[in-house]
């Protein structure tokens, strides 16, 4: 694989921490940005770098020079003038002879790219982008995504865009076939997702890998400051799906929305008080945070797919306007009983999907290389704690929705709280004195 890093940046916003420094170059836990990067690359075998450089590239050429001393390959072309995020790449076509890694300089990075290229590969596309969900989605560029990754549309943060939204950010990381480069207009200023990818999108061929190792724009000295604590705390080096994550499964109904019984709507969906502040916590720690529920009300035809989908974006929309997020979302649409009026009859089936089942957890754990062992469950039911069990994850049951009161299993968890918010503070040791 080749990489091409675009490192030309000035970095206005961080200015404060620059002193006559190109942005890639500024300060991350004793070494510069840019070294982070071409290690990350150097660790999953990319060795071929080509460095685009701008403002002070001089400076980042006397740093890193061929790359011999880093154990990489770095060859240099010089932007004369702005070309934007993507109008370099016209001029490097003759240098290109497969399909490439191409990461903003700005960012942070810990990221296994070898699974990143194998799902580009085994997508057969054009082009994938990183993609991934982030604490402020209400102000960033959203990817709308199908159920196999092909990207649909694209939703600018300065645009006008629906009430509710699934959490889907555009990260900076992509993979691009050589074949995409013809279409980069020389001479010229060129914005890679403007002018590049959403004209695209139509042709198809374009996918979002969806994943949930460390990236991180340092663009500000605010994020810059988190992204140095969390590599510090050991956190950017443990989201590397190169090794095993730990994760906090998380029940939906009653345990991070209210309870309402069968919940059929975007509008009955409203968060559990303290829901997000709770979710908020797992994002800043180690683990991961997994959404698996049983949705029966699909079987039975009282909520298709495209309503369930509207009542999970509206839950995205409403723990990222509190600076929250799920990893991911599981849910079982089976129900065995049959005899509901309108009910789908291909899923009126036993499944091993369904809770107390744990197909839901399996497939979690296979896609983003979970250790079951080191991992929680946390529901309002007996099926959850029985879930966790089958599982062999540790459980909680919190006191709101159901609080247990279902008894469909005779089985203890290993914690009982009043609810998700102090039942996180547990797992983390956030607990204050007197709680």
């Not at 009653?254 to 969906?269: D, K, Y």
């Not at 959850?384 to 909680?396: F, P």
């Not at 049951?397 to 996180?424: F, H, I, N, W």
């Amino acid at each position: 694989m080749q990489a091409i890093i675009m490192a030309g940046g000035k970095g206005t916003r961080l200015s404060s921490v620059l002193k006559d420094i190109p942005k890639p170059m500024v300060s991350f836990a004793g070494k510069p940005l840019l070294e982070h990067q071409i290690e990350n690359l150097k660790r999953s075998g990319i060795t071929d770098i080509i460095l685009v450089v701008g403002y002070l590239g001089e400076v980042i050429r006397e740093y890193f020079k061929d790359g011999e001393k880093f154990g990489v390959n770095i060859e240099y072309f010089t932007e004369r003038e702005p070309l934007g995020t993507a109008g370099a790449l016209h001029y490097l076509k003759g240098r290109i002879t497969e399909d490439f890694i191409l990461i903003f300089g700005d960012l942070y990075i810990n990221i296994n790219f070898k699974r990143f290229y194998d799902y580009h590969r085994s997508k057969k596309a054009r082009m994938t982008l990183y993609a991934h969900p982030n604490s402020h989605p209400y102000d960033s560029d959203l990817i709308v995504a199908d159920e196999n990754g092909a990207v649909t549309a694209w939703r600018f943060k300065n645009s006008a865009r629906p009430d509710y939204y699934k959490n889907l950010v555009n990260a900076g990381v992509y993979v691009i076939s050589r074949s995409m480069l013809e279409k980069i207009p020389a001479g010229r200023k060129v914005d890679l997702e403007r002018e590049f990818i959403v004209p695209s999108i139509p042709q198809g061929g374009i996918y979002a890998y969806c994943c949930s190792e460390y990236v991180k724009d340092i663009g500000t000295p605010e994020r810059l400051q988190k992204a140095e604590a969390d590599f510090l705390n050991g956190i950017t080096g443990q989201r590397n799906l190169e090794k095993k994550q730990k994760c906090i499964f998380l029940d939906r109904d009653g345990t991070v929305n209210r309870h309402v019984g069968f919940l059929r709507s975007a509008e009955q969906m409203v968060l559990e008080s303290g829901a997000a502040e709770a979710i908020r916590l797992i994002n800043q720690s180690e683990y991961l945070v997994i959404i698996v529920s049983n949705q029966p009300v699909v079987a039975r035809g009282e909520c298709t797919p495209e309503e369930l989908e509207h009542i999970h974006e509206k839950m995205y929309a409403l723990l990222g306007n509190e600076g929250a997020y799920v990893d991911d979302l599981y849910f079982c649409p089976h129900h065995p009983d049959r005899g509901f009026e309108g009910e789908i009859p291909e899923l009126k089936v036993h499944c091993n999907c369904r809770k107390p089942e744990i197909g839901m957890i399996e497939r979690a754990a296979d896609e983003h290389n979970l250790d079951l062992q080191a991992s929680w469950l946390a529901g309002d039911t007996t099926v959850d704690i029985q879930t966790g069990r089958n599982a062999g994850l540790k459980t909680a049951l919190v006191l709101t929705g159901e609080a247990g009161r279902d008894g469909k299993y005779d089985v203890r968890p290993d914690m009982v709280q009043k609810d998700l918010l102090s039942c996180v503070k547990h797992i983390l040791n956030k607990v204050e004195i007197g709680e």
